[in-house]
């Protein structure tokens, strides 16, 4: 009997909440009714009220009005730029290795210091050599002594021409065999290719090494290169020896460089060439793998009709901006449909749509429509530039 209570009452409840619904949607269905009266009732209201006072009709008018700004559409010459991303390089970055095998037994450099051309930079263990040389110079003294007695001999016409050229051949057999060994021993001192500054050693004195063994590398970065891979897009537009832009992020820098080469091959995979330039980097602050952005010309064109960015707007017609049109006594907006070119930085170039003597809607573009009343709180007139400025255009590769 409880349970049969409890359910009934739950049922009491969901009725009363059934019921209380219809009533608040009776009461809508009211007011809304009231209210589209009391809206057709003001509007008919309002027509008479214009009809009795023109003040008003005035009001009303200008309470239709949007606040607006205008610029003039640009004029000028519009250059772009493509930017690719490149690489510090260095073609006097190298690792020596050990030319023969030894012991390492003196090092007198360190990383980080400069170094000059021919410079020893380690020294390997050629004692045994230094004895044979030692061995062989004596034997040369001796070989010497007899040659010369043969030669005084020769020329007296006393002795046999075989005791002579035996005599000669010895003496010049011992002369090619210190030159052997005395570059044998060199092999033994790697010296500095170039001047530089040694980076990284990779042996201790010591330690047993061979032509298997990377010893030091030397780097030389009072001039560096930057290598980029450019889009096969832009083989024709640029030249051997064109000026180029070159930004370094990292060390919030920017330098003027000269093409110096431009690859001959298309790379396959990314359908890109290689470009070069040259820098000088007496400063040292240009590592090699260090990031840059080479920015490069891409075309000007002069006479160009330019505006900002952002006052272009899109919708399912298309692209479009708004410019000021005057009709019938009136200031209106006017919605003209464009084809955008180039963006530079906050510029973009119009390929068509606007002619270059138009004003553009800046301040309250986005709150006016086609055909809308606006009012201008500024004087600003149509006008010609020449702006040498140039642009950017950022390109993926």
């Known amino acids: 009997m409880v349970l049969v209570a409890a359910c ?45 006072d023109p003040s008003y009709a005035k009001a009303k008018k200008e309470a239709k009005t949007t606040l607006v700004s205008t610029i003039p559409v640009s004029k000028e010459s519009f250059t772009s730029y493509v930017e690719v991303r490149g690489t510090v390089k260095s073609d006097k970055n190298v690792i020596l290795n050990a030319q023969t095998q030894g012991l390492v037994t003196y090092i007198p450099v360190q990383e980080g210091q400069l170094v000059g051309a021919g410079q020893v930079l380690v020294s390997q263990e050629n004692s045994v050599l230094v004895n044979q040389l030692e061995e062989v110079k004596t034997q040369l003294k001796l070989a010497e002594a007899l040659f010369k007695r043969q030669d005084n001999l020769w020329k007296k016409k006393i002795g046999t021409e075989i005791q002579y050229l035996t005599a000669k051949n010895s003496k010049e057999s011992l002369e090619r065999k210190i030159k052997t060994i005395q570059s044998q021993m060199a092999l033994s001192s790697i010296t500095a290719p170039f001047t530089g500054v040694v980076d990284e050693i990779f042996v201790k004195k010591g330690q047993n090494v061979g032509p298997q063994n990377q010893i ?18 832009y083989l024709g537009r640029i030249s051997r020896g064109d000026k180029v ?15 110096k080469t431009i690859g001959q091959v298309i790379n396959p995979d990314n359908r890109t060439f290689r470009i070069e330039l040259e ?30 960015s952002n006052l272009i707007q899109k919708d399912k017609t298309g692209e479009f901006v708004y410019v000021l049109n005057k009709k019938d006594g009136k200031t209106l907006a006017k919605k003209v449909l464009i084809k955008r070119g180039a963006n530079a930085k906050n510029r973009t170039l119009v390929k068509s749509g ?30 010609k530039t020449d702006s040498s400025e140039k642009k950017v255009v950022k390109v993926k590769n």
């Open 245 to 259: 832009k070159i930004k370094f992020p990292s060390l919030d820098m920017e330098k003027i460089a000269a093409i």
């Open 354 to 383: 606007l002619k270059g003597d138009e004003l553009l809607i800046e301040q309250g573009f986005r709150d006016v429509s086609e055909g809308g009343l606006v009012k201008v709180t500024n004087a600003a007139q149509p006008k």
């Open 279 to 308: 820098l000088p980097n007496t400063d040292r602050l240009l590592k090699p793998d260090l990031q840059a952005i080479v920015e490069m010309k891409d075309f000007t064109k002069k006479e160009a009709v330019v505006v900002p």
């Open 216 to 233: 030091l590398r030397l780097v030389s970065l009072n001039t560096v290169q930057i290598q980029a891979d450019v889009s096969e897009a």
């Open 8 to 52: 009934g009452g739950k049922e009491d409840q969901k009725g009363n909440k059934n019921e209380k619904a219809l009533e608040v949607r009776a009461e809508l269905t009211k007011k809304r009714n009231e209210f589209e009266k009391l809206r057709t009732e003001i509007s008919r209201l309002e027509k008479r009220l214009e009809k009795l």
